[in-house]
């Protein structure tokens, strides 16, 4: 169980400073799929990164705390100050432009044993590897290939092995299938899901699609403007959206024979505008396991709503 | 399959360019107005006050004809010029040197500058790299910034400023090492073959100083380019370390581009010849090209003039060929 306590990250360039994520309290349940949607800029990524540790300037933590409840490999407690030791053994990432995600002058092979893994006989760790890949659906020869000589596809692939080799407890995926083909995306989506189930293990989606997260989360986490607006069982979230800019994303989803799309985007502007829309929201939870931000303004909108 | 094709086209495309480098050094000095023979018969004749009897000036035309290669029409000259050649190497004699023979004389240059350029040219990459290398992988901290400012300070001074402020200060100054060089000839000898090193070190620092600059600046501008590559976050985010990351990803990557600039180098080492060799008194071709050029001695200047181009040509079909052992996008198509 990964708990946010209060966590605001921040971004200081010059003399100004930009809270990307304002005040997030979220607990997320072992063994799960959280998606995690917003618009570009609504913090998704920097609450990816603050998660899986990767803190560099100008980025900083300036309030709240992390707790993984996880143990890293030796045996003590993951914390934001050592997780980076534990970077692809505890916790691991998929990143976003998987395409160039893998060196172009190093084969593959090589880049499964460049970083520190838990054995250090690299022949034994290859060989596992070998086996490893064979099992989500790659050919063993991929291991010698280059990455220009794989499809994207099949670098998705490597790149997902190389996430779950060590059998991590979290991974955190960024846009895992934003550059592929919709046949390969949905292959590549059932395997994380299948891995997912073999493993017992956590995983964050980050996407901007929503039907990716109809398909594959448990659970659903609306960000906007770097705070959460609505949390819950992805079933309940899609049914019964509770607030007007989870409406929007869902509303969205083109569907065929349907040219609404002005009256939503229209409805988009009431429920984005201003930044400082809301004081501090308060998570309420409106049905078991759904949550939405809630205050005056939140109110008026998820009152007008379903008015 | 790919490879062997693109090896294949690569030393198709160096005979081209050879054919192409020849046949204008065969038809430049047909392109100019003055006509060495009638020049020399000119010289020697007012040498000779006058003297000269038409029957000698017209034998010693057929002569200086055949020296130069002159008999026939322009496509028979060529032919046998092409054959002359590639066959057996011959530019004809020097004129200045008369007899000895233009391909004797560059044959002994050559090594000169050869030795001398290219190890400094190949010196000055190497440490350019490395240390451009480490100024733009950690280009975030201060100590990697003094590392380009010797890029920056170096780089803009034009090379025969640096090279004549290098004999002032260190054979002139502080006479560490000899202001006008000796190059002993002949039989290799190990205190000559120290000797010569001793003398080629002046040169070559100067060299190394000129090109390394450049090779900073280049170096440490791919390398910040580099590291934000996706790939070198991914190694990163990995947990590889700083030390993996610099090598295996960041400068295998980085170097590409580089070695087309050492190609680049070496083409344009014979320039660098004319000033180092003048400058240092260094007994090389360029040395035997300005003195060719001064006396109007064409054959000795036509053959130093070939001989670049098929150096240069063939410095850069080596770097080419080396290019796929570096890039596997070039190696397996």
């Known amino acids: 169980m990964i708990r946010l306590n209060d966590l605001k990250v921040s971004y200081r360039i010059g003399n100004r400073v930009i809270d990307a994520v304002d005040g997030v309290n979220l607990t997320i349940p072992d063994n799960c799929i959280v998606g995690i949607a917003g618009e570009s800029g609504s913090g998704k990524s920097t609450l990816m990164k603050a998660i899986y540790g990767d803190i560099q300037q100008p980025m900083y933590l300036s309030r709240g705390s992390i707790d993984y409840g996880l143990k890293g490999t030796d045996g003590k407690p993951v914390t934001t100050a050592n997780i980076g030791k534990e970077w692809f053994k505890t916790v691991s990432y998929i990143p976003q432009s998987s395409m160039n995600s893998l060196n172009p002058v190093i084969r593959i092979r090589e880049q499964f044993i460049d970083f520190p893994g838990t054995d250090s006989n690299k022949k034994r760790v290859l060989e596992r590897a070998r086996q490893y890949i064979g099992k989500l659906g790659l050919p063993p020869e991929a291991m010698d290939s280059y990455p220009h000589q794989l499809s994207g596809g099949m670098r998705q692939r490597v790149m997902i092995a190389l996430a779950t080799f060590f059998q991590p407890e979290l991974i955190i995926a960024d846009e895992p299938t934003t550059a592929l083909d919709v046949v390969v995306q949905k292959e590549i989506l059932m395997l994380l899901m299948e891995l997912q189930e073999q493993m017992g293990n956590t995983i964050l989606v980050v996407s901007h699609d929503m039907g990716v997260h109809y398909q594959v989360t448990h659970k659903m986490l609306i960000m906007y403007a770097g705070r959460v607006v609505e949390y819950g069982d992805t079933e309940s979230v899609f049914a019964d959206p509770q607030h007007a800019y989870t409406r929007m994303l869902i509303d969205s989803l083109p569907t065929i024979g349907d040219d609404s799309m002005r009256g939503v985007m229209a409805s988009a502007a009431g429920a984005s505008g201003d930044r400082a829309y809301d004081a501090q929201p308060v998570l309420v939870e409106v049905k078991p396991n759904h949550f939405v931000a809630q205050s005056t303004a939140a109110k008026t909108l998820v009152a007008g709503a379903t008015l | ?267 344009m080492v014979f320039n660098g010849a004319l000033l180092t060799e003048m400058i240092f008194s260094y007994p090389g071709l360029g040395l035997v090209m300005r003195t060719a050029a001064n006396g109007g001695d064409y054959n000795v200047l036509y053959g130093a003039i070939t001989i670049s181009i098929i150096s240069v040509a063939t410095a850069g079909l080596v770097i080419d060929l080396l290019y796929p052992l570096l890039d596997p996008r070039i190696r397996h198509k």
């Open chain 2, 1 to 267: 399959m790919g490879l062997l094709s693109f090896i294949a086209k690569r030393i198709g495309l160096y005979f081209v360019v050879l054919f192409i480098g020849l046949t204008i050094t065969f038809m430049l000095p047909r392109l100019m107005p003055i006509n060495p023979v009638d020049g020399y018969i000119g010289q020697l004749q007012s040498r000779a006050n006058g003297t000269l009897t038409s029957e000698a000036i017209a034998e010693m035309r057929v002569t200086l004809e055949q020296l130069y290669g002159l008999n026939g029409n322009v496509f028979v000259q060529y032919v046998s010029y092409l054959k002359r050649i590639v066959f057996s190497f011959d530019f004809g004699p020097s004129f200045t040197y008369y007899p000895q023979p233009v391909s004797a004389m560059i044959m002994n240059a050559l090594p000169w500058t050869l030795g001398l350029l290219l190890t400094s040219t190949v010196i000055a990459w190497t440490l350019g790299n490395l240390v451009g290398l480490v100024a733009g992988y950690f280009h975030k901290k201060k100590a990697a910034s003094i590392l380009e400012f010797v890029g920056i300070l170096l780089y803009p001074i034009p090379y025969y400023i640096l090279a004549v402020s290098m004999l002032l200060l260190l054979a002139y100054i502080f006479p560490i090492f000899p202001l006008s060089a000796t190059f002993p000839v002949g039989q290799m000898t190990p205190e000559k073959f120290g000797m010569i090193i001793y003398n080629s070190l002046l040169p070559g620092i100067t060299l190394v100083l000129a090109g390394f600059g450049w090779n900073i600046l280049s170096m440490k501008a791919l390398t910040v380019a580099t590291t934000e590559e996706p790939y070198v976050v991914y190694a990163r985010l990995k947990g590889a370390s700083n030390w993996t990351r610099m090598t295996r990803y960041v400068f295998r990557n980085a170097l590409l581009p580089q070695v087309t600039a050492l190609a680049l180098s070496l083409g």
